[in-house]
């Protein structure tokens, strides 16, 4: 079974810190990677995503993410967090041919101004 | 744009009553829609994949015949929750899958509370 995990669950930074959040996934073979976003009172959106290819991935709002194999890993990272990406964080995975997604726990980000 | 709305974003019912919720992809077809459910402060947890004119598959532990999925065309599918009680109070969620995707794409949610 998959499984996927975010150790960290609730990060407070202040503004202009740098940012990483973990994800670990617990799968053999080759898997699909993603981050996604919740806004306070908002929908999921997709941050980025990793189907294959340069195992460093670039999404949207200056968020990028690394997947290592060797590892089971797909951090999210960002140089410099600004107050507007306080939200909650949820990575999820899948295999490929498989549509279900697995999520993480999430972890809440807050980012103090 | 892929959008997918939930309609309604909230609703109140009584213990014992059913209660609809429609997701509809906006403007593409979903072959492939899925439903989810949100505990207050965790994560999504995958109750059915539904695929348009089949039959939808549930996920271990989800009763189907509580939950009732249909996706009768590629732009719609509705959850029925039949006979609702309070712990079925939670946040529903869907996605949509385009044929041939890979990335699902979300609706804004339905807040239920059985009172």
């Known amino acids: 079974a998959q499984s996927v995990s975010q150790h960290n669950h609730h990060v407070i930074l202040s503004e202009a810190a740098s940012l990483e959040l973990g994800c670990n996934y617990s799968y053999g073979g080759t898997v699909n990677l993603f981050w996604y976003v919740q806004y306070p009172g908002q929908h999921l959106q997709l941050l980025l995503k990793?189907?294959?290819?340069?195992?460093l991935v670039k999404g949207i709002k200056g968020f990028e993410a690394e997947f290592i194999k060797s590892k089971f890993s797909f951090n999210l990272r960002k140089p410099s967090v600004q107050w507007s990406d306080t939200a909650e964080y949820f990575c999820a995975v899948n295999a490929p041919g498989a549509n279900n997604l697995f999520f993480g726990t999430g972890t809440r980000l807050t980012v103090i101004p | 744009g892929a959008v997918v709305s939930q309609h309604p974003s909230w609703v109140i019912c009584k213990s014992g009553t059913s209660v609809k919720i429609e997701c509809r992809s906006l403007?593409?077809?979903?072959?492939?829609m899925f439903w989810y459910r949100q505990f207050p402060k965790q994560s999504l947890m995958l109750m059915a994949t539904s695929n348009e004119g089949s039959k939808a598959t549930y996920e271990q532990g989800v009763e189907k015949d509580k939950f009732l999925i249909n996706h009768a065309s590629l732009t719609l599918s509705t959850l029925t929750v039949t006979s609702a009680h309070p712990e079925d109070s939670s946040f529903y969620i869907c996605?949509?899958?385009?044929?041939?995707?890979?990335?699902?794409?979300f609706g804004p949610g339905t807040r239920l509370t059985v009172l």
């Open positions: 990793y189907f294959s290819g340069d195992p």
């Open positions: 996605s949509a899958m385009r044929e041939n995707g890979r990335e699902q794409f």
């Open positions: 403007d593409f077809q979903a072959t492939t």
